[in-house]
């Protein structure tokens, strides 16, 4: 199906690429510093990143009324609540994460740990984009949404993020003990994946109203 | 077939926007709501659609398909165009018909109804407001629904476009699909009721 999104890529990937080059800039050159920081500086700035599009995910539909329209259409709208997350990892979450590698060498990060940099990315990021849509839908109407969108989701994100940064982290010290955390990534995921959409369509049946 | 709404009321806010309405539209017959503005004219048609929750009472579609919800039996073509404006006119017309599940052979006569054709490949900003208008209605022919739920659908269309709105309508109807259409300016469809709203509720 033709999802439409805007050009919002873009911006999301060039907010995350000057992050993560300014931080460095205002901790100073100490190497060893960068590296032992860039998992988490990773996954904090692929975290907003992911943010900053995570507003518009059903605000363009309900200006120009194409909710309405999904509403009567033959998918319920938990259907179309799933579709838009999915349309917002592969266009968003993707990216970014195959972004991560090439900004990591910016900030020193140890070659072992790139394998499992993206593995967590990829396997964490559907979690952002899902629980994230359940956000975007309660602050549908609320003015400077995108800032509430924030302040409401990121606390919902925390255990992503420390179970992607903690993998890394393993994967640094011992090569062998980021699987368990990886696991519990893929878990998050998949149960944000299987519930969130039931949130958001109910969320957007009531912003209809 | 039967659009039966039965005592309808319908809270907006604090005011009761409807009050214990009741009506029925028969298969073939376009029911034509008119009243001030405010009267509740949008939120009943939304009502129908399902967008909106009824406070109390009921509207049912008498001989449709049991699994179907009524606001899938609907066109409904609000205020909003539901036009993206980054795709092309071809673009929008196909998007609108794969999920609405209609046939792909239909999108090129429906465009060509309303007079779209010339601009299939303009992306749908660049279109005047009458344009886009005609293309939330071509949606109407892009997947056969028997209720179709108009407010105020002439709006920016010109004379011409007007009379293509007529007798796409009367067609409609005459083979036996149901209309319920908001309007302040007269419409000229074939067999139409009107149905006056918010009287009661403005002298109260």
Known sequence: MAWKDGGTI????????IVVTLLPLGLGPDLNLLSRIAPGLLWVALLLSALLSLGRLFESDLEDGSLDVLATGPLPLEAVAAAKSLAHWLTTG???AALAPALGLLLNLQPDAYAVL?????IGTPAISFIGSVGAALT???RRG????ALLMLPLFVPTLIFGISAISAALTNSEAYGPSLLILGAISLAAVALAPVATGAALRFQLQ | MKLMAEAVSVMRGDRMVVTHLSFGVEAGEALVLVGPNGAGKTTLIRCIAG???????QIRLEGAQPERTLGEECHYVGHLNGVKASLTVEENATFWSRYLGG???QIEPALATFGLVAARDIPAAYLSAGQRRRLALARLLLAARPVWLLDEPAVSLDQAAQQVLT????????TGGLVVAATHAPLGFARSRELQLGVAAMAA
């Open chain 2, 103 to 105: 046939a792909s052979e």
């Open chain 1, 118 to 122: 993206v593995a967590t990315m990829l």
């Open chain 1, 10 to 17: 873009g911006v999301a990937l060039g907010f995350y690429l």
């Open chain 2, 51 to 57: 967008l909106l929750r009824l406070s109390a009472g």
């Open chain 2, 167 to 174: 007798t796409v309508v009367d067609a409609h109807l005459a």
């Open chain 1, 146 to 149: 995108g800032l509430l969108l």
């Open chain 1, 94 to 96: 993707v990216p970014l």
């Open chain 1, 140 to 142: 549908l109407r609320t």
